[in-house]
């Protein structure tokens, strides 16, 4: 059964010796950041802390840093689990006849019960506090590294909705606490909350509704984080992962839902045409993003559970929490490539690459250029499309070993032959790159050279043992006393 809210899931973690409670008094600058940044770089377990800044208001930290409180969180024992249940319903085929359509209806009525279900109200709205009731600053909200420019609320559900189509989305995008009732929204130019911004501002729409939800069950915070396609909920997507629909709660002072189990709720609304400079914030790069102008957020009603709980996370130098979160969207999102392009054999994103700057791709070569048209391909999805480097290798070499990757890779190419390099949209953390958000992006066919691609030269076996010797060693290595 899925987690109710993210208090049950606390317990879970608690039960399997996954969290550490911390009373020591702390301080929520800087301190909760070292603390974890230190937990994080041990591979140690997920920290909800007490007593932050003398108040009532617990921090949990941590709670998806590792790939077996992702498990915990998805509710599975491998990953893989998910993206094999995600494999079958992309397989999945309108039947043909009678017979076939009789043998789909429970595949059908399965699919139908993932829809959200929205609820008149929830826990989460248990405290009403209008405007002059609250503010922001009673909040733990971390300011995480030293040169930051301020507290930045870093773990948020933000719910917008499309103006063309009224559809809901949900992203996630650092805030910026400028003051009690204020802060910076950070989403880039090719978020879709900013899209859904860019088309009210040339309206002339005064007032862009927005809901932050802080603290849901695991599965419904990490669906904020997912690369889906514009337009597809990602609460429906959540409720699929969850096998159960999410309560969605109806706002209070806005038209839009939230979870109706999430801990905190912020309310409010974002003027579309209004910039303030947001930053600088240190980032998942490892280096601090600068100053730059966003658009601002003004927090109307805070309705929140009693005794609420703040979940938040720090990024920087990896590994940290949202490696395991980027881990976990690749194997479950590979599927969905492989539906897409079935000559991918596996992916790998290694954590050094901090998601955007380095891809390895294996494929079962079929034909001349292959390689590159994979590049290709990639450099035109989504999000996949900021991927500073791809390296492609074939079908025997295994991508999650980074050791073997190099080895085959350092082995196979000849530079000026089997390098390329093109220009396109490039991550706007990059600060690298040319121009923000522009700039050049490299391929590498790591694969086997063949004769239709102009190498004439035999390419060499790998040195290897015989079957029998092994076998034969393998008989006598207690023996031999070397183990």
């Known amino acids: 059964m899925a987690y109710a809210d993210l208090r049950e899931f606390i317990k879970v ?31 140690g377990p997920a920290l909800l802390f007490e007593n932050v800044d003398g108040g009532r208001v617990p921090v949990l930290i941590n709670a998806l840093g590792s790939r077996r409180r992702m498990e915990l969180a998805l509710e599975v024992d491998s990953i893989e689990d998910v993206a094999a249940r ?66 930045y609320i870093t773990f948020p559900m933000v719910f917008t909705r499309n103006p063309r189509t009224g559809k809901r989305n949900c992203g996630m995008y ?60 990602e609460m429906i997507f959540a409720s699929f992962m969850r096998e159960k629909p999410i309560e969605m709660a109806r706002c209070v002072s806005v038209d839009l839902e939230v979870p109706a189990t999430a801990e905190i709720v912020l309310e409010g609304y974002v003027d579309p045409s209004e910039r303030r400079v ?32 703040y979940q938040t996370t720090i990024v920087g130098r990896p590994p940290m929490e949202d490696c395991y979160m980027g881990w976990a969207i690749t194997r479950i999102t590979l599927p969905v490539l492989k539906r897409q392009f079935p000559e991918i054999v596996d992916m790998s994103l290694p954590f050094e690459g ?19 048209k994979i590049m290709n391909a990639i450099w035109g999805l989504g999000q996949a499309m900021f991927t500073k480097c ?6 025997d070499v295994d991508v999650q070993n980074p050791s073997e990757v190099a080895w085959k890779v350092l082995n196979n190419i000849d530079p000026e032959r089997d390098i390329q390099f093109t220009m396109g949209p ?35 076996r790998e040195n290897r043992t015989s079957d029998e010797v092994k076998k034969l060693v393998d008989s006598k290595w207690r023996k031999l006393g070397l183990s």
Not at 284 to 304: A, I, K, N, Q
């Open 13 to 43: 973690l608690e039960k399997n010796r996954e969290l550490k409670r911390i009373t020591v008094p702390v301080s929520s600058d800087q301190e909760i950041t070292e603390i974890t940044d230190r937990v994080s770089k041990a591979g």
């Open 86 to 151: 995600l494999t079958e319903w992309l397989d999945f085929k309108s039947p043909e006849g009678l017979l076939e359509k009789v043998k789909m209806l429970p595949k059908l009525a399965e699919l139908g019960k993932y829809f959200p279900r929205e609820v008149k109200t929830g826990p989460c709205q248990e405290v009403v506090l209008r405007e002059g009731e609250f503010s922001l600053l009673d909040l733990p909200i971390l300011k995480c590294w030293e040169a930051d420019g301020g507290r």
């Open 390 to 395: 791809i390296i492609v290798v074939d079908e």
């Open 426 to 460: 490039i991550d706007v953390l990059d600060h690298a790159s040319r121009n923000q958000g522009y700039g050049s992006k490299m391929g590498v066919d790591a694969t086997r050279k063949w004769k239709n691609e102009g190498f004439e030269r035999r390419w060499p």
């Open 354 to 372: 901090v998601f955007h700057n380095l891809m390895l791709v294996s494929i079962r070569k079929q034909y001349p250029g292959h390689a590159r």
């Open 278 to 309: 947001e930053g600088p914030f240190g980032d998942h790069t490892g280096f601090y993003t600068l100053e730059e102008p966003y658009p601002v957020f003004h927090v109307t009603t805070v309705t929140h559970r009693r005794n609420p709980i």
């Open 174 to 233: 650092r805030m910026q606490v400028y003051d009690e009732k204020t802060t910076g929204m950070h989403w880039q130019i090719h978020k879709h909350g900013a899209a859904h911004q860019r088309d009210l501002e040339k309206r002339g729409v005064e007032r862009m509704e927005v809901a932050v939800a802080i603290g849901a069950e695991p599965i419904t915070n990490f669906a904020a984080t997912l690369p889906l396609p514009d337009d597809l909920d």
